[in-house]
């Protein structure tokens, strides 16, 4: 008899279930990586009439991070909609779709948006996108869109071209300019008296960025290549609700600090970027109030006749 067992989280785990003669031998199953999310698909698309323009390799690529799972869902989704609009075949076009739904949300076309709205979102999306083509390191733009989906207004989407396993300083700070963007975008087009919460979700990723280049990989002089954890770990069955501060209090407000000059360094990058390339700004937001989804080939296009 061999008995199996698989969890998502063995760091809660009881060690006792762990000892020799126990659950001692783990396993570590990852999330497939370019070649294995090909070979996947080639298996999930066996029964499924595809187009001659879908390349499995180019879905794989544009899917990382995807389980098994989700690479079935996606097939599963493109195959719907591809009998939803009539076509004996799946195309390209469906996969695309279907990736947008899984990775961003549903598109919500019953919401009604006022044309306040409407500008205030294009300006926003605007303003991440040029940041992404303009930071030092970036992942290449996918999409950019106004129509909502999920819980967001509009949306920013960039794809890595292959699986990573590790992020530069480099990377990371261009991140976080690109998390600014958005908001320093609508404080340029509508004043600062008239920003919005429309940031509330990239202000919290980037200060969660920033506390982890700060606290967990070393990246403050001020602090030095030392691990501080993080004091408000999840509640998670054997953990306590409570946790006992690991830091004093010194130490804790030079890590708020050392996170605040992060964001107001990249919000400073924003600003400059978004002051060098008004025009090209400009025209994308207009572009997105016209077409509502632009992909990056043609936020590029739309761009370079504006230079």
Known sequence: IILIAAT????????????????DRQVVVPNPDIVGREKIL??????????PNV????????????????????VNESALMAARRNKRLVTMAEFEDAKDKIMMGAERRSS????????LTAY??????????????????????????GRALGMVMQLPEGDRYS????????????????????EFKFGKENITSGASSDIEQATKLARAMVTRWGFSDKLGHVAYGDN????????????????S??????????????????????????????????????????????SGEEIKQLIAGHK
Request: charged share 25%; glycine share 6%; hydrophobic share 45%.
């Open 249 to 294: 209090e010194e130490t804790a407000q030079i890590i708020d600090a050392e996170v605040r000059r992060l964001i107001d360094d990249a919000y400073s990058t924003a600003k400059s970027v978004l002051t060098k390339k008004k025009k090209e700004w400009i025209a994308l937001a207009e572009g997105l109030l016209e077409y509502e989804t632009l």
């Open 55 to 74: 390349d499995l390799k180019v879905i794989a690529r544009g899917t990382p991070g995807f389980s098994g799972a989700d690479l079935m869902n996606l």
């Open 112 to 119: 009604a948006m006022t044309q306040a709205e409407k500008e």
């Open 124 to 149: 926003h999306e605007a303003g991440h996108a040029i940041l992404a083509l303009n930071v030092p390191t970036a992942d290449p733009l996918h999409k950019a869109t106004i129509i909502p989906r």
């Open 167 to 186: 992020m530069s300083y480099k990377y990371m700070i261009s991140r976080l300019a690109i998390m600014m963007g958005g908001r320093v975008a609508e």
């Open 42 to 51: 080639k298996v999930h698309v066996r029964n499924v009439p595809l187009a």
């Open 232 to 247: 408000q770990e999840e509640v998670f069955l054997g953990h306590s609700v409570a946790r006992q501060q690991n830091i």
């Open 8 to 23: 998502n989280r063995p760091d809660v785990l009881d060690p006792a279930l762990l000892r020799p003669g126990r659950f």
